[in-house]
């Protein structure tokens, strides 16, 4: 039996929250018994959830309170969908407050992907195994995100975007269309490297990645700086300079090397 658990409320099965409103399911849905939904945020503020047609929730999922997941979308066992944000974390202590997350249709969550509150997923996306979404960041349609990634909040990430195995991307970094990320990739948006100063501490400058642009596997991109379009960085390499369109770079520091031909 499914249950809904709050700090307020008795345990309630899927019925129940059906009737009540909080839940909306489309045809032909597949929920398995062990999923658990929770309406109820850490401060009280009840969402309902919505579920299209022929969507499956795997064994041991959770879905928050808030949550709208498209036709035909799976999410896979032990992901969890919508969870508040709570304690401190980049400069604020988040309360514990849910939001809408959206989920679109098509879309595949792996085993043990994380979707943080507020975060959106376009059409025929995919999410791998235990991969971290944060909140806010934003999924464009038909992205595959691979397995063991940490996407940290505020992060756009644009349509047809490939992240390998691994990687990070720091807060508000912006990944346009077409691109590609290599496996551990690293990702920086801080030049002082001042934590909980707030005397001291400088803003942070995420990078971004343009249009189509290629990132070899294990770069470091430092903070603030831009990769350009159809630009390609070599393996290993540490970018401490913007990548102009088009370049090649690698090494450490990396370093042109050409232009990438189409």
């Not at 644009?158 to 691994?166: A, E, F, H, T, Y």
């Not at 903070?223 to 290993?236: I, K, M, N, Q």
Request: hydrophobic fraction near 45%.
């Amino acid at each position: 039996m499914m249950h809904l658990t709050t700090p307020s409320a008795t345990p309630a099965t899927v019925t129940d929250l059906v009737r009540a409103g909080l839940l909306e399911l489309g045809d032909g849905c597949q929920i398995h018994p062990s999923a658990v939904f929770l309406p109820a945020d850490m401060l009280g503020t009840i969402r309902p959830s919505v579920l299209g047609d022929r969507v499956t929730v795997g064994a041991f999922a959770i879905v928050h309170g808030g949550v709208t997941i498209g036709r035909d979308t799976r999410i896979g066992h032990r992901a969890v969908v919508g969870e508040p944000e709570y304690g401190y974390a980049v400069r604020r202590v988040y309360q514990g407050a849910g939001a809408p997350t959206a989920v679109g249709a098509g879309v595949v969550l792996r085993a043990g992907a994380v979707i943080y509150a507020g975060a959106a997923i376009g059409d025929d996306t995919t999410i791998g195994y235990n991969t971290l979404l944060r909140t806010n960041v934003r999924v464009g349609a038909g992205s595959q995100l691979a397995a063991n990634l940490t996407i940290e909040r505020g992060c756009v990430i644009g349509d047809g975007v490939r992240c390998s195995p691994g990687s990070h991307l720091t807060a508000d970094t912006v990944v346009a269309d077409r691109a590609f990320i290599g496996a551990g990739v690293r990702t920086i948006n801080d030049k002082e490297l001042i934590w909980r100063d707030p005397d001291h501490e400088q803003p942070l400058v995420p990078p971004s990645f343009a249009f189509g642009c290629k990132v070899g596997s294990g770069a470091v991109i430092l903070a603030g700086l831009a990769v350009g379009e159809h630009a390609l960085v070599g393996a290993g390499s540490v970018v401490t300079k913007d990548v102009r369109a088009r370049a090649i770079v690698y090494g450490v520091p990396a370093t042109q090397h050409g232009e990438v031909i189409l």
